[in-house]
C-alpha cells in the first residue's frame, strides 16, 4: 500500500532558526495537504498542493509540492515558540471509482527553545 | 469555517463493554467522513471510510465487526468499539471535508481508556 515518509522525525531548534520537514511518498498523489498538530490537540489543516512543481506561501511558512508529485515539504523561516508542534504531509489519492483517501505522513515534531 | 464535533472526549470503560464515539459536521452537509487512530506520538492510521448510507470502506487490517460504523445522515457518523479490550486503548479522530480544494477538518478527538 501507499506509504508516506517524512523527515526528520524529531527537530529541536532555537527560537528565530528555520525549519524544515520533508514529504516522501512511494507513489505518484494526487494532490497534497500539510497540517498541524499542537501536543494534545487534533491536526489542523495548513494547506493542499495540487500543480507539479507549486509552491506556496502563507507568512514564514513555504510549501512546496516535487515535480514528481511524490514529494514536498515545508519550510519555516524564522520560528517562534508558537510554531511548536507536530507537522503531518497527507497524500491524497484519487481511485478509480472516485473514492478519496488521505495517508498521513510519519509526521515531523518541532520543539523550540526560547 | 467548517467544524467538526466529536464526543465524547474522553471515556474509559471496562473490558468487554461497548463504546460509541459520534462525529457531527456542524455547519455542512458530509456525505463522506473518515475515522483515524492515534497512538501516542505517531501518526494518524485510516481505519475507515464513512459514507452516508452506504457501508463503510475499512482499511485492510480493520475489523469491521469491532469497529461498528454507521453514517445515517449527512451530518453524523458514529463509530462504536464494540467488546473493547486495553489494546483498543487510543486516541480516535474523525475528519470530514466540503470540497476537493479543501482540506479536511478534523473533530477534536476521543481519548479511550479501556481498563
Known amino acids: 500500500g501507499q506509504q508516506v515518509m517524512q523527515i526528520p522525525q524529531y527537530q529541536h531548534v532555537q527560537e528565530g532558526e528555520d525549519f524544515t520537514t520533508y514529504c516522501n511518498s512511494s507513489?505518484?498523489?494526487?494532490?497534497i495537504q500539510w497540517y498541524k498538530q499542537r501536543p494534545g490537540g487534533h491536526p489542523v489543516f495548513l494547506i493542499q498542493l495540487v500543480k507539479s512543481g507549486e509552491v506556496k506561501k502563507q507568512k514564514r511558512l513555504t510549501f512546496q509540492f516535487g515535480e514528481a508529485k511524490k514529494n514536498s515539504s515545508l519550510h519555516i523561516t524564522a520560528t517562534q515558540t508558537t510554531d511548536v508542534g507536530t507537522y503531518f504531509c497527507?497524500?491524497?489519492?484519487?481511485?478509480?471509482?472516485?473514492?478519496?483517501?488521505?495517508?498521513f505522513g510519519t509526521g515531523t515534531r518541532l520543539t523550540i527553545i526560547p | 469555517g467548517a467544524v467538526v464535533s466529536q464526543h465524547p472526549s474522553r471515556v474509559i470503560c471496562k473490558s468487554g463493554t461497548s463504546v460509541k464515539i459520534e462525529c457531527r459536521s456542524l455547519?455542512?452537509?458530509?456525505?463522506?467522513m473518515f475515522w483515524y487512530r492515534q497512538f501516542p506520538k505517531q501518526s494518524l492510521m485510516l481505519m475507515a471510510t464513512?459514507?452516508?448510507?452506504?457501508?463503510?470502506?475499512?482499511e485492510q487490517g480493520v475489523e469491521k465487526d469491532k469497529f461498528l460504523i454507521n453514517h445515517a445522515s449527512l451530518t453524523l457518523s458514529t463509530l462504536t468499539v464494540t467488546s473493547a479490550h486495553p489494546e483498543d486503548s487510543s486516541f480516535y479522530i474523525c475528519s470530514a471535508g466540503q470540497g476537493a480544494s479543501d482540506g479536511y477538518t478534523f473533530g477534536s478527538g476521543t481519548r479511550l481508556t479501556v481498563v
Open positions: 464513512s459514507n452516508e448510507g452506504s457501508k463503510a470502506t475499512y
Open positions: 455547519d455542512f452537509q458530509a456525505t463522506t
Open positions: 507513489t505518484t498523489l494526487s494532490n
Open positions: 497527507a497524500g491524497r489519492k484519487i481511485s478509480n471509482f472516485g473514492n478519496e483517501k488521505l495517508t
